[in-house]
């Protein structure tokens, strides 16, 4: 399964972290991520730790990436661009926001957007680690 992720750039909470881990070990696939510091390096990380392989969409802007050494590094886009590729590439989005409420000017949430248009099943791992599904994917289950 392929699998994309988008979080904020304050890192995860734990809880976010564990419902994260347990969602991945559940699944065998490949992480799309982002490559910023924050949630996409934990992300990455916790990935790695359970032998995924990792396909890494870096933004152009260099000031807040993390330089993950994934298996696979794509060709440095604009966030928008970036993030639209991530959710194209995956078959179920996992987004780890830091508010419980949709923000203007976020790219996690600007991630989301994308994946509602293009109807693709997520998971929304809240901050206290509760999972809220939105849309149908048969072979995934939290």
Same mark, same amino acid.
């Given at each position: 399964?392929?699998?994309?992720t988008t979080?904020?750039?304050s890192?995860g909470?734990?809880k976010?972290?564990q419902?994260f881990?347990r969602?991945?070990?559940?699944v065998s696939?490949?992480?799309?991520?982002?490559?910023?510091?924050?949630w996409?390096?934990e992300a990455?990380?916790?990935?790695k730790?359970?032998?995924y392989p990792?396909?890494?969409?870096p933004p152009?802007n260099?000031?807040k990436?993390?330089?993950?050494e %994934?298996?696979?590094?794509?060709?440095?886009e604009g966030y &928008?661009?970036?993030?639209?590729a991530?959710?194209?590439?995956? *078959?179920? #989005?996992i %987004?780890?926001?830091k508010?419980?409420?949709e923000?203007? &000017?976020?790219?996690?949430?600007?991630?989301l957007?994308?994946? *509602?248009k #293009?109807?693709?099943p997520?998971?929304i791992?809240w901050?206290?680690?509760v999972?809220?599904?939105i849309?149908?994917e048969?072979?995934?289950?939290t």
């Amino acid at each position: 399964m392929r699998i994309g992720t988008t979080g904020t750039q304050s890192g995860g909470t734990l809880k976010q972290k564990q419902a994260f881990r347990r969602m991945l070990s559940k699944v065998s696939g490949t992480l799309h991520f982002g490559d910023c510091i924050g949630w996409d390096e934990e992300a990455f990380e916790i990935a790695k730790s359970l032998g995924y392989p990792t396909v890494c969409h870096p933004p152009e802007n260099d000031y807040k990436r993390a330089y993950c050494e %994934a298996d696979e590094i794509l060709p440095v886009e604009g966030y &928008r661009e970036r993030n639209t590729a991530i959710v194209k590439a995956s *078959q179920v #989005l996992i %987004a780890c926001p830091k508010e419980f409420e949709e923000v203007m &000017r976020s790219g996690t949430w600007m991630t989301l957007r994308i994946a *509602q248009k #293009l109807h693709k099943p997520i998971r929304i791992i809240w901050p206290n680690g509760v999972v809220k599904k939105i849309g149908k994917e048969h072979t995934y289950d939290t």
